[in-house]
Nanobody, 124 residues
Framework: QVQLVESGGGLVQAGGSLRLSCAASGRTFSSYAMGWFRQAPGKEREFVGGISRSGGSTYYADSVKGRSTISRDNAKNTVYLQMSSLKPEDTAVYSC?????????????????WGQGTQVTVSS
């Protein structure tokens, strides 16, 4: 069992930056690939990015590629999402998730544990 708690969301002006954190409980954090997803009102949850268990590989949605960086600190049981050049269309609830023993980073159904999410609002 892994519990995930996100933090770092808030209100930011367009063009600004935020760093989201996702703290995990348990001793097995390093055994999970991790993903970040977001869901805007009235829209489906969408993949933002993912990171392998070691942190050696990262993957990004086209919508955030070049503006976002995912990293993890396995000693601190924490994964991060650094976002810059934020746009109003980035407004959403951002959630982290721990992936099961699959291979896809983009498929919501591959993820076993989810955090509650943190709200990010980008004003124009």
């Amino acid at each position: 069992q892994v519990q995930l708690v996100e933090s770092g969301g808030g209100l930011v002006q367009a063009g600004g930056s935020l760093r989201l954190s996702c703290a995990a409980s348990g001793r097995t954090f390093s055994s999970y690939a991790m993903g970040w997803f977001r869901q805007a009102p009235g829209k489906e949850r969408e993949f933002v990015g993912g990171i392998s268990r070691s942190g050696g590989s990262t993957y990004y949605a086209d919508s955030v590629k070049g503006r976002s960086t995912i990293s993890r600190d396995n000693a601190k049981n924490t994964v991060y999402l650094q976002m810059s050049s934020l746009k109003p269309e980035d407004t959403a609830v951002y959630s982290c998730a721990a992936r099961g023993p699959g291979y896809s980073y983009t498929d919501v159904d591959e993820y076993r544990y989810w955090g509650q999410g943190t709200q990010v609002t980008v004003s124009s």
